[in-house]
């Protein structure tokens, strides 16, 4: 059980209906796994922020890695003028 502490921002918020939750990712704790379990939850709203948005795990843009159990993940949108 991989469980990561979620918060959503701007888009993602509408796309998962909330702005943070927990959620247990599975023996394959990635970002590629997170991005496969909220694409699964929570459809093409969630696909399309997640396509050109940012992880940012513990305050720090991430790509791709093994996430820490009990980690916290934020979730953002892209941003205009950023």
Same mark, same amino acid.
């Given at each position: 059980? &991989?469980? *990561?502490?979620?918060?959503?921002? &701007?888009? &993602?918020?509408?796309?998962?209906?909330?702005e943070a939750e927990e959620l247990d990712i599975g023996p394959e704790h990635t970002l590629g796994a997170l991005r496969d379990e909220?694409?699964?939850?929570?459809?093409? $709203?969630?696909?399309?922020?997640l396509k050109s948005g940012s992880f940012l795990v513990d305050g720090v843009v991430r790509r791709d890695?093994?996430?820490?159990?009990?980690?916290? *993940?934020?979730?953002? $949108? $892209?941003? &205009?003028?950023g």
């Open positions: 059980m &991989a469980i *990561v502490m979620l918060r959503y921002f &701007a888009a &993602a918020a509408d796309a998962a209906g909330r909220l694409t699964t939850r929570y459809g093409d $709203p969630m696909a399309r922020v890695l093994t996430l820490p159990v009990g980690e916290r *993940v934020d979730i953002l $949108p $892209p941003f &205009a003028g």
